[in-house]
């Protein structure tokens, strides 16, 4: 399994990206997909959740301005966010869980900073 995010980077309060996660070495099309994020000190909190039929939920703090999306014919996982705040500012990570050899094991990328300053 491989996961490699990118789009990051310094944006003002107001502004958009858009990160990507390109996925390799398992199906893709039928796998849940979610992006992370962890801002210094903090704890990683969940952002946005795919499931394999397109299904999505978004935290609270960032619904109506973060959209995940995917492209199963690309193997690629979106996270579009607009209208960005400062406290948005944190390392972004894309995320899949497994189930092998009886255990869940979860799949991460290296991450991808986005900086919301003026």
């Known amino acids: 399994v491989q996961l490699v995010e990118s789009g990051g980077g310094l944006v003002q309060p107001g502004g958009s990206l858009r990160l990507s996660c390109a996925a390799s070495?398992?199906?893709?099309?039928?796998?849940?997909m979610k992006w992370y994020r962890q801002a210094p000190g903090k704890e990683r909190e969940l952002v946005a959740t795919?499931?394999?039929?397109?299904?999505?939920r978004h935290a609270d703090s960032v619904k109506g301005r973060f959209t995940i999306s995917r492209s199963n014919a690309k193997n690629t996982v979106y996270l579009q966010m607009n209208s960005l705040k400062p406290e948005d500012t944190a390392q972004y990570y894309c995320?899949?869980?497994?189930?092998?050899?009886?255990?869940?094991?979860?799949?991460w990328g290296q991450g991808t900073q986005v900086t919301v300053s003026s």
């Open positions: 995320n899949t869980r497994k189930y092998v050899s009886g255990s869940n094991i979860d799949y």
């Open positions: 070495g398992f199906t893709f099309s039928s796998s849940t």
């Open positions: 795919i499931d394999s039929i397109g299904g999505t």
